[in-house]
């Protein structure tokens, strides 16, 4: 199946703990994303990696570092993690000449 | 101002009818919008795009974009209860980042 996917499906955690989350896509794009959804749904950008570069970083506390080790991955690795980080994770990607962005099944990050 | 602006919603409609979205942006510099619906649990699924002013038409779904007005409306005709999800407008300047409006709840009474 040609698709984006993501690793875990479901990631609990305590406080304090470091994690990461895994993505993948088979479609033959350039350009991958980590977005952060939270409880209201609001679906917010964090970083976006074009070709292993780094291209977008938003206003993220560092303790969360993305990592593409070639054009078909992205993972994100959170440090001394916080009850605020609890969200869903997706990961997204595209082609480079257009914004048509694709999403992984996401990631539902629970920290106590 | 937020950036990407929607109705939250729920906006509810009989089966058979057509519902109406709107989205509202504030960055002028915006050059391509999109339309997402989210399933309650799953990922946001691309359903529709469009660049240039005027209408684009797919199967049951129009766009409607007017960049004077800066907006960007979706249809859904004849709607289906399998079209009961929230629609996320999306807007780009062209640079990577798309900027989403918090999402319009549809429910679609059988």
């Known amino acids: 199946d040609t698709a984006v996917s993501q690793t875990p499906k479901y990631l609990v955690t305590q406080m304090g703990n470091d994690k990461s989350i895994k993505c993948e896509q088979n479609?033959?794009?350039?350009?991958m994303y980590w977005y952060k959804q939270d409880s209201k749904k609001f679906l917010k950008i964090m970083f976006s990696?074009?070709?292993?570069?780094?291209?977008i970083n938003e206003t993220v506390p560092n303790r969360f570092s993305p990592k593409s080790p070639d054009k078909a991955h992205l993972n994100l690795h959170i440090n001394s993690l916080e009850l605020g980080d609890s969200a869903v994770y997706f990961c997204?990607?595209?082609?480079?000449?257009?914004?048509?962005?694709?999403f992984g099944p996401g990631t539902r990050l629970t920290v106590t | 101002q937020k950036e990407v602006e929607q109705n939250s919603g729920p906006l509810s409609v009989p089966e058979g009818a057509i519902a109406s979205l709107n989205c509202t942006y504030s960055?002028?510099?915006?050059?391509?919008f999109f339309w997402y619906r989210q399933y309650s649990g799953k990922s946001p699924e691309l359903i529709m795009f469009?660049?240039?002013?005027g209408d684009k038409e797919d199967g049951r779904f129009t766009a409607q974009l007017n960049k004077a007005s800066q907006y960007v409306s979706l249809l859904i005709r004849d709607s289906q209860p399998s079209d009961s999800a929230t629609y996320l407008c999306?807007?780009?300047?062209?640079?990577?980042?798309?900027?989403f409006g918090a999402g319009t709840t549809v429910t679609v009474r059988a």
């Open positions: 997204a990607s595209s082609q480079e000449n257009t914004n048509e962005q694709y």
């Open positions: 479609l033959g794009h350039d350009t």
């Open positions: 990696y074009n070709n292993k570069e780094l291209i």
């Open positions: 960055d002028r510099g915006s050059q391509s």
């Open positions: 469009i660049y240039s002013n």
């Open positions: 999306a807007v780009n300047r062209n640079d990577y980042k798309l900027s």
